[in-house]
């Protein structure tokens, strides 16, 4: 099982981009999928998640500006972040929880960070 992220890159204060990170690889279902995020000497943070039950959450900081989705079809997770800040810098990564069989125990994943780094 793989998450492959993508969609980061620089853009200037105020600005939007789109993240999605894809599920591949054999499993049977996805659970949980969402953003975390780690700015230089910080810790790594939970932004956004999606529980596949309707349920989501957000960081307090990206309240209002960021929003998760997902297509489960393509078992894909997008994070829209508008209104960037420069405090958003950071190298995100998303997060799964997969169940690999209909009854083995769910495993957590990460894929590997892209960066966003807002800046004018």
């Given at each position: 099982?793989?998450?492959?992220?993508?969609?980061?890159?620089?853009?200037?204060?105020?600005?939007?981009?789109?993240?999605?990170c894809?599920?591949?690889g054999?499993?049977?279902?996805?659970?949980?999928m969402?953003?975390?995020?780690?700015?230089?000497?910080?810790?790594?943070?939970?932004?956004?998640?999606?529980?596949?039950?309707?349920?989501?959450?957000?960081?307090?900081?990206?309240?209002?500006?960021?929003?998760?989705?997902?297509?489960?079809?393509?078992?894909?997770?997008?994070?829209?972040?508008?209104?960037l800040?420069p405090?958003?810098?950071?190298?995100?990564?998303?997060?799964?929880?997969?169940?690999?069989?209909?009854?083995?125990?769910?495993?957590?994943?990460?894929?590997?960070?892209?960066?966003?780094?807002v800046?004018?």
């Amino acid at each position: 099982v793989q998450l492959q992220a993508s969609g980061g890159g620089l853009v200037q204060p105020g600005g939007s981009l789109t993240l999605s990170c894809a599920a591949s690889g054999s499993f049977f279902s996805i659970n949980a999928m969402g953003w975390y995020r780690q700015a230089p000497g910080k810790q790594r943070e939970l932004v956004a998640q999606d529980t596949n039950g309707g349920t989501t959450k957000y960081a307090d900081s990206v309240k209002g500006r960021f929003t998760i989705f997902r297509d489960n079809a393509k078992n894909t997770v997008y994070l829209q972040m508008n209104s960037l800040k420069p405090e958003d810098t950071a190298v995100y990564y998303c997060n799964a929880d997969i169940f690999r069989t209909s009854v083995s125990g769910k495993n957590n994943y990460w894929g590997q960070g892209t960066q966003v780094t807002v800046s004018s």
